[in-house]
């Protein structure tokens, strides 16, 4: 089973992923100890995801880990050397398993290096190869990783793809080991594709010299292996219903294996190692389940003996306190007999006397053992042994017994507690299968769904189902009211410098006051009255015919503004947001937008406010609180959501989370 990418698979993943040139690096997040997950924008497609494993693999995804609430030091020193910095090459070292990232910014080069072999590591260096940021330390015989230090290749293997039958034959020839291995090794191709090569140039694998018609052979065929890479036949190989390699095109070795293909190396990497990534995560999970289940079951056990215990006691004490009331005036004439002989002997004396005595006097046969130091008589009252004070009257003793009896009673009622909320917790587990509790750890596929028109705008549908879009900027101000709002169709601006154009889409129909205070709170939200911390702020309607950019002889509209000829409708508009989770079939969707029209549609919502919280904290803490809200079934969709999907419908400037108000 395939752990890790060989230097041929590397050779293929890097002619798909040069087509990445270009694209923008957004962000990089170490999401495990040899893990990054580097975020790219590729203009015409947008948002992709990276992942880079030392040591193991590096791939496109569409199964984005969730980004940690903390960036690593390693993470902080990549973002600020390649924060909106452009990939310009990728390319593989040599034949070896290390793939360079080739970044420029501001006129400055940058390589992020991905070392695949043995341990792995991923490196960042500047435009003379001087180390800048490494994943972690390491020395080598012929270089070292380390910050500050230049940064060199291991020995260069012979070139496979440029080699002649003369050099390959000297190699196999020099080589102490057989020919699949001497292929294997000295020319890193790894085991598999050594195999394959032999067996396609039709030679025996363990061969020690070949003919040089034999390495013509051999190098043909792995240049047509080459070749066929272009084709995009990559594939899982299947073991049954194992998955157990991934292969950039079919090979000869596995042609009695099921296969499934896809239309890129990329795919095939993504869904092989996501999907042996679950199923450990998963085999986790059934482990964590098993062991939770075994403390549970043990505490029960151990509960359940404790009750019997109790309970035991609690019919022995009241049991004790019966029969001494039962049998009250004998006990009485054994107490006052043992008393009276205490005035005139020793206990060890009277001991001698009752073992002297015990058939001639009846109440001494109920006497089974004298306790002179706890000045204690135990007696056997109808098969029952009971310790009873010499000193103390019987009835004093049986009251005592009672009370003995009512507090192992009570211990037991808490034990019967204890034991239901065990019960209850091994329902709960039980319920909950064998499935993965910690959610965050579980790889979601991340659908990319077309966006609609509105969506390059700021929107939400109001509690009428009105569509609702605002401008982000200037720019998108004019796009919208000059290409989208239509005739019957309602402006609505917030009377302060700076704040959106926003149109209510009415469709001809009339638009109910419940929609107007939706359209008012989401204009003043966006305003610049966020940054002033205000609490509500004047806001108009108007109809379209009053907004224009004709401005007055010597006045001067500036882009994204307009003029506003008429009556204006006024209303107050409340500067407040909130942050909702739909779903949507087996997704969970993000929408933003007023409080009273995003609780309205939503499952779970909190509410935002002015604060101090920069953008992407109040993102995380959004976050957080929505899965605190979430019920177990839908906790895996909403930890699933992107930080950046909630950032998108924050407004400018500083935020804080809050409880949810509900209207």
Not at 84 to 92: G, R, Y
Not at 288 to 295: C, V
Not at 312 to 322: F, L, P, T, V
Not at 389 to 418: I, L, N
Request: charged share 35%; hydrophobic share 35%; aromatic share 8%.
């Amino acid at each position: 089973m395939k752990s890790s990418l060989s230097s041929f698979d590397v050779f293929a993943v890097v002619d798909e992923l040069r087509e990445l040139k270009g694209a923008r690096l957004n962000k990089v997040y170490q999401v495990g100890p040899q893990e990054l997950k580097v975020v790219l924008n590729i203009k015409g497609f947008g948002r992709a995801e990276l992942v880079i494993e030392a040591g193991r693999r590096v791939h496109l995804t569409e199964y984005p880990k969730p980004s940690p609430k903390v960036p690593s030091s390693f993470a902080m020193a990549l973002r600020k050397h390649l924060g909106n910095s452009f990939l310009e090459d990728v390319f593989q070292a040599g034949f070896d398993r290390i793939v360079a990232f080739k970044f420029h910014r501001a006129g400055k080069e940058f390589l992020l290096v991905a070392e695949l072999f043995g341990k792995g590591n991923i490196v960042l260096t500047d435009e003379e190869r001087r180390i800048i940021a490494v994943l972690r330390r390491q020395s080598f015989r012929t270089r070292e990783l380390a910050v500050g230090k230049e940064y060199r290749n291991p020995p260069e293997r012979p070139d496979p793809f440029s080699i002649t039958p003369e050099e390959l034959m000297r190699i196999v020839g020099e080589s102490k080991a057989d020919l699949v291995r001497t292929l294997a090794t000295r020319l890193g191709l790894g085991g598999l594709y050594a195999e394959e090569l032999c067996l396609r140039a039709g030679l025996e694998k363990t061969k020690t010299h070949i003919s040089f018609e034999e390495a013509g052979r051999l190098i043909q065929e792995l240049r047509s292996l080459r070749e066929s890479i272009k084709e995009r036949k990559a594939c899982i190989v299947y073991d049954n219903d194992t998955a157990v390699d991934v292969l950039p095109l079919p090979l000869e070795s596995y042609k009695e294996k099921k296969h499934k293909f896809y239309p890129s190396f990329n795919k095939a990497l993504d869904d092989y190692f996501t999907t042996h990534e679950i199923a450990e995560i998963e085999e986790e999970g059934e482990a964590e389940f098993r062991k939770e289940m075994g403390h549970l079951e043990v505490r029960l056990e151990e509960q359940k003996q404790t009750l019997e215990k109790y309970l035991e006691k609690e019919r022995a004490y009241k049991k004790m306190g019966e029969v001494i009331f039962i049998h009250l005036g004998e006990v009485e004439r054994v107490l006052k007999t043992l008393r009276d002989a205490r005035k005139k002997y020793s206990w060890k004396e009277i001991i001698e006397l009752l073992e002297k005595g015990r058939r001639k006097v009846p109440e001494a046969g109920l006497i089974k053992d004298v306790l002179p130091r706890e000045g204690v008589v135990v007696l056997e009252l109808e098969g029952l042994k009971v310790r009873l004070p010499v000193d103390k009257p019987p009835s004093q003793t049986a009251e005592s017994y009672y009370e003995k009896g009512k507090r192992a009673k009570e211990k037991a009622k808490g034990v019967e507690s204890a034991i239901a909320k065990t019960e209850k917790l091994i329902r709960e587990v039980l319920e909950k299968g064998k499935r993965v509790t910690d959610t965050g750890k579980k790889p979601r596929k991340r659908v990319k769904k077309k966006r609609k028109w509105y969506e390059k705008f700021r929107w939400f549908h109001s509690r009428d189902g009105y569509l609702v879009i605002g401008g982000r900027d200037a720019t998108s101000n004019e796009v919208l009211v000059k290409r989208y709002m239509a005739p019957e169709d309602i402006f609505v601006h917030a009377d302060i410098h700076g704040a959106p154009a926003v149109v209510i889409k009415t469709k001809g129909r009339e638009v109910p006051d419940t929609t107007l205070e939706d359209a008012f709170d989401f204009a003043a939200s966006y305003s610049r009255a966020w940054k002033h911390g205000l609490v509500a702020i004047d806001v108009y309607w108007v109809r379209p015919e009053q907004v224009s950019k004709q401005a007055e002889h010597g006045e001067y509209v500036a882009k994204g503004a307009f003029i506003i000829r008429g009556k204006r409708n006024y209303g107050k508009g409340r500067v407040e947001l909130a942050i909702g989770v739909l779903f949507e079939g087996d997704e969970a969707r993000v929408i933003g937008g007023p409080v009273e029209a995003i609780t309205a549609s939503s499952r779970y919502s909190v509410r935002i406010i002015p604060g101090r919280l920069k953008s992407r904290e109040t993102a995380v803490a959004a976050k957080e609180r929505l899965m605190e809200m979430a019920q177990e079934s839908d906790k895996e969709l909403v930890a699933s959501i992107p930080v950046e999907d909630i950032q998108v419908f924050l407004p400018a400037g500083g935020c804080e989370v809050k409880s949810l108000r509900r209207s």
